[in-house]
C-alpha cells in the first residue's frame, strides 16, 4: 500500500504519494519529521516552487535525484541561504527545505546553475487547487502550508 502525505496550502488541500521505492531514505525522514507546519514560501529564483524550512540539523540522504523537476514533484534538497535570506549567507551557506513544484517553469536552481533535488513524492490528488492558491498567495501574501499523515 501506498503511504501518503496530506499537503494544505491556504484553502487548498491535496495528497503526494511518496516514493517509497525510488527513495526510500528521504520517504522516511520525511514521515519522522510530520507534521510539519510554517509560513510557505514561493521561490523567486526557481519558478514555481513552494518551500518550508526544515530544520537546519535535518541530513537530506543523496537519492533520486534530478535536475530536471517537473509538474507535481515533491522534494528535499539544500536551498542556498542567499535564496531564503540574503542576511543568512553569513552564517550558513544552505538550508534544508521540502518543496513541490506546481507549474512546467521551474527549474530548481543554485548559485551557479542547476541544483540537484531528491525527488521523493508525487502530488496524485489536489494539484489544480494548489495550482490556483499558490500564485494567490504570492500576489496576496503567503499563507501557512503543513505537511501530515493521512488516515
Request: hydrophobic share 35%; no cysteine.
Amino acid at each position: 500500500m501506498a503511504q501518503k502525505i496530506k499537503l494544505t496550502l491556504g484553502n487548498a488541500e491535496a495528497v503526494i504519494e511518496l516514493l517509497m521505492d525510488d527513495a526510500p531514505e528521504s520517504s522516511k525522514l520525511l514521515q519522522g519529521l510530520l507534521p510539519l507546519e510554517q509560513r510557505a514560501r514561493h521561490s523567486m529564483e526557481s519558478g514555481r516552487e513552494v518551500y518550508l524550512l526544515l530544520d537546519p540539523k535535518t541530513d537530506i540522504p543523496e537519492e533520486n535525484q534530478t535536475i530536471y523537476q517537473t509538474v507535481g514533484d515533491v522534494l528535499m534538497y539544500y536551498k542556498p541561504s542567499v535564496f531564503v535570506e540574503p542576511s543568512w549567507t553569513g552564517y550558513a551557506n544552505q538550508m534544508p527545505v521540502l518543496s513541490w513544484v506546481y507549474e512546467r517553469d521551474t527549474a530548481i536552481m543554485g548559485t551557479y546553475g542547476p541544483l540537484a533535488t531528491n525527488v521523493v513524492g508525487t502530488i496524485t490528488e489536489g494539484l489544480g487547487k494548489l495550482q490556483t492558491e499558490a500564485p494567490r498567495m504570492r500576489r496576496e501574501g503567503m499563507g501557512t502550508m503543513s505537511f501530515s499523515l493521512t488516515g
